[in-house]
């Protein structure tokens, strides 16, 4: 069964950090880019970052450039988003999802996204 699993929300004051961990099962994990995503209550849906399925490709948005970092370990299916210097800003629940690419690509965006997660929640708060 084709899946990803968010894990490592939760709430932390604001300049702490957290890492989430995006979890896939069911298909060739290699051969596809993967994304974070966030929506806070009442905003739609941004792209926060997202790795190539070969990891020589990343991008970050505006809003966390410099503060939050990606990365992948293809030998256990999981992508990191590391969080440092969270504002209260920065709080939403974040998801992650996969789009199809090729072994090997550079290949990196926000939409046309194959999967997805059900997300998990994070609360910047002192």
């Known amino acids: 069964q084709l899946q990803l699993v968010e894990s490592g929300g939760g709430l932390v004051q604001p300049g702490g950090s957290l890492r989430l961990s995006c979890a896939a099962s069911g298909f060739t994990f290699s051969y596809y880019a993967i994304g974070w995503f966030r929506q806070a209550p009442g905003k739609e849906r941004e792209g926060v970052s997202c790795i190539s399925s070969s990891s020589t490709s990343t991008k970050y948005s505006d809003s966390v450039k410099g503060r939050f970092t990606i990365s992948r370990d293809n030998a256990k299916n999981t992508v990191y988003l590391q969080m440092n210097s969270l504002k209260p800003e920065d709080t939403a629940i974040y998801y992650c999802?996969?789009?199809?690419?090729?072994?090997?690509?550079?290949?990196?965006?926000?939409?046309?996204?194959?999967?997805w997660g059900k997300g998990t929640l994070v609360t910047v708060s002192s």
């Open positions: 999802a996969a789009d199809r690419t090729d072994y090997y690509s550079s290949r990196c965006v926000w939409d046309g996204m194959d999967y």
